[in-house]
């Protein structure tokens, strides 16, 4: 199934739910959590080769990234969901196409070696700095400060990229087993087909 259908059906899902008198509950344990963040990851499958052929245009990058920075301070200040639940995943997709077109536009650079790094390696990162963080908030007793906060950050940070180091033995965490193909399978699929010429086929 291609993944931008799945991005568009995570969408209306979502957008449909409260129709459905289910109330959207991205912070706790819920399952509709998953169908906030698939428009994510599958609309940028639908992207991937378009995102990686060709820089974003300024055209598209500059309404972009003010609609990005006009979204922060409305959430900063007002801290309250949209009555339309589909603004969220728009705006926040439209930012995020912004902070990729920014990205293409960094100059290649030692400073930015750490980040290409962490940035090929994301899916770890991504599964694995949740519960590091929901560990360490229920078993760290620590007062609220910015310290505490630094803390927790740097802390987090360290566990993902020892993941990361790690991920060579613990694979099959973050990617479907492979599928082997059968070794006669292969043997077949390897050994050219005879051909004949029209003149053989004739006689």
């Given at each position: ?75 900063a200040r007002s801290d309250a969901e949209p009555s ?120």
């Open positions: 199934m291609p993944p931008g259908w799945i991005a568009l059906a995570s969408v209306a899902v979502w957008t449909a739910l409260p129709l459905l008198g289910i109330e959207h509950d991205v912070d706790g344990p819920r399952p509709d959590k998953f169908i906030y963040y698939a428009v994510y990851f599958f609309a940028g499958a639908a992207l991937r080769n378009v995102l990686t052929a060709r820089m974003i245009p300024l055209a598209l990058l500059v309404p972009a990234l003010a609609l990005a920075v006009a979204w922060s301070l409305w959430a339309v639940p589909v603004v969220t995943q728009v705006v926040v997709l439209v930012s995020v196409i912004a902070a990729i077109g920014l990205a293409q536009r960094l100059p290649r650079m030692r400073l930015t070696r750490p980040v290409e790094w962490l940035g090929r390696h994301s899916i770890v990162a991504y599964l694995v700095h949740l519960p590091v963080i929901e560990v360490l908030c229920r078993h760290l007793d620590v007062p609220s400060s910015a310290a505490s906060y630094l803390l927790f950050y740097l802390m987090t940070i360290g566990i993902c990229v020892l993941a990361i180091l790690i991920r060579p033995t613990t694979v099959f965490l973050y990617a479907w087993p492979a599928r082997r193909r059968a070794p006669e399978r292969i043997e077949q699929s390897s050994t050219p087909r005879p051909t004949f010429s029209s003149a053989a086929t004739r006689r």
